[in-house]
């Protein structure tokens, strides 16, 4: 088939590059001159592993191109995926569709035959509806367009491998010819046995949303239960592991640490708020503020071990900082929490060394003050405290007896738990994590640090302070 990709972000230049490896000749589309002339190359312009494969194997067979023309996609194709961004607006928690409704308002007079229009970017339920409408005004007389939605479940660092094998396709369509269209385009992967769910707009609107939304409650959850661990002198991890054998829970994002962040979680939940909100129907999800809260106290949770790791004070401390991204395998720092951390305890005067294995460069633009360390053992040389911030697996291979012998003094916060404190120990470090005890106790002897925040210090996430590196606030 050919269709267009109209949007190569994260999503887009993704969902361009696997269509085409499924067999379709696909155009993608972006106002973004340098943008579209890397992937025109084969170059990525982030990272994502396996992407830059597909774009040189697909852009050299000309089955995958790019342009910056509307009127171009308009003419190559009848079936367009829209993948703009959806951002949360600057003065509210609503999400900012303005991306969107360019996109529709642009090509929908520029149709010279009957076309189907499918959103993939997360939007407030009933923006299907509301597009519907705007196409529908635009379009030349005797040319009909459908919208239907059929939204991304995309993980930062695995995005490739879950469009080609998701573990579930969605689509809200309005009439049977969407439906059929759609199956047609995602044939090869309903031939594999992936499940296919065809449903109305509203509700694969709400299918992505309420699921962002469950995960973003389940990690928020366990941090919850990592703050109460801290008090009680619990261990967070073991809490995890035992809350994760029962099949109705399970383990996975059942880790505690410095929560989540990104392009997506954040301004997702609070979009579902406002929309709920709109629709008169808030108090449903209300609790969807606490988890937002409880996310960004983490960050500030986080500030306060480091700083009682340092004997109570970040002034003239040399800190090396080990993550800039909100996540392991992505260069994306948008609301990363290590880079709110790092923000910081820079604000409270401490010399920063920070290294990531791919943010750098990101991080660099997002926030000055820190230095920014190519080599990880040049970030901790004479470090005063080592604060594991983003769960590379480079940094979970690290040697701990090699690194003590670089810093100043081997004190380590493992803000994610995924660094194994007992080899940690026993190379001579004082490890400090959320959740966790000091050091392991003999049984009944808890010894917890009990780092106690009051409920009004921590940030309002729900009506985010602009400027605030731990609300999450847009900057």
Not at 123 to 133: N, Y
Not at 388 to 405: G, I
Not at 426 to 452: C, F, K, S, Y
């Amino acid at each position: 088939m050919r269709l267009t990709v109209i949007g190569t972000g994260y999503l887009g230049a993704v969902h361009a590059a696997c269509m085409a490896d499924i067999g379709h000749d696909v155009l993608g589309v972006d106002t973004d001159t340098r943008k579209i002339e890397a992937l025109a190359e084969g170059r990525a312009p982030f990272f994502e592993p396996g992407l830059p494969e597909l774009l040189t194997r697909h852009t050299r067979k000309g089955r995958l191109g790019f342009t910056t023309s509307l009127q171009d996609a308009a003419d190559f194709a009848d079936l367009h995926f829209v993948c703009v961004g959806t951002p949360q607006r600057p003065d509210s928690l609503a999400a900012d569709l303005r991306h969107v409704e360019a996109v529709v308002d642009g090509l929908a007079p520029l149709l010279t035959r009957d076309s189907l229009i499918v959103g993939k970017s997360t939007v407030p339920v009933g923006t299907t509806r509301a597009l519907s409408r705007r196409v529908a005004a635009r379009l030349r007389p005797g040319v009909d367009a459908e919208v239907a939605w059929n939204p991304e479940f995309l993980r930062e660092g695995y995005a490739v491998q879950d469009t080609l094998r998701p573990d579930r396709l969605v689509v809200g369509v309005t009439s049977p010819h969407a439906d059929q269209r759609l199956r047609a385009v995602y044939d090869s992967m309903l031939s594999a046995g992936v499940a296919y769910v065809s449903t109305d707009p509203a509700t694969a609107e709400l299918v992505k949303v309420a699921a962002n939304s469950f995960l973003a409650t389940k990690i928020s959850f366990i941090n919850a239960m990592a703050e109460i661990c801290d008090a009680a002198g619990a261990d967070v991890v073991t809490l995890a592991d035992a809350l994760g054998h029962d099949v109705r829970i399970g383990r996975r994002f059942l880790s505690a640490g410095l929560g989540f962040g990104g392009g997506c979680l954040p301004k997702d939940i609070r979009a579902f708020l406002a929309r709920a909100e709109e629709l008169q129907v808030g108090e449903a999800v209300s609790f969807l503020r606490q988890v937002d809260r409880i996310n960004c106290r983490q960050r500030r949770r986080t500030v306060d071990l480091a700083r009682h790791l340092l004997g109570g004070t970040f002034a003239g401390r040399r800190v090396a900082v080990l993550g800039a991204t909100f996540k392991p395998g992505s260069d994306d720092v948008r609301d990363s929490p290590a880079l709110a951390v790092t923000a910081e305890i820079v604000a409270e005067g401490a010399d920063v060394f920070v290294h990531d294995p791919e943010g750098l460069d990101n991080a660099r633009a997002a926030l000055s003050g820190p230095r920014y360390c190519m080599d990880v053992m040049e970030a901790c040389r004479d470090a005063d405290a080592v604060l594991h911030l983003t769960e590379w697996r480079e940094y979970r291979d690290l040697d701990p007896v090699k690194l003590s012998e670089v810093v100043r003094a081997p004190r380590l916060l493992d803000a994610r738990n995924a660094l194994d404190p007992a080899a940690w120990r026993a190379a001579g470090w004082h490890v400090r994590a959320l959740g966790r005890p000091a050091h392991v106790p003999p049984p009944g002897q808890g010894d917890a640090l009990r780092v106690t925040i009051p409920q009004a210090a921590g940030p309002t996430c729900t009506a985010p302070t602009p400027g605030d590196p731990l609300s999450g606030a847009p900057k």
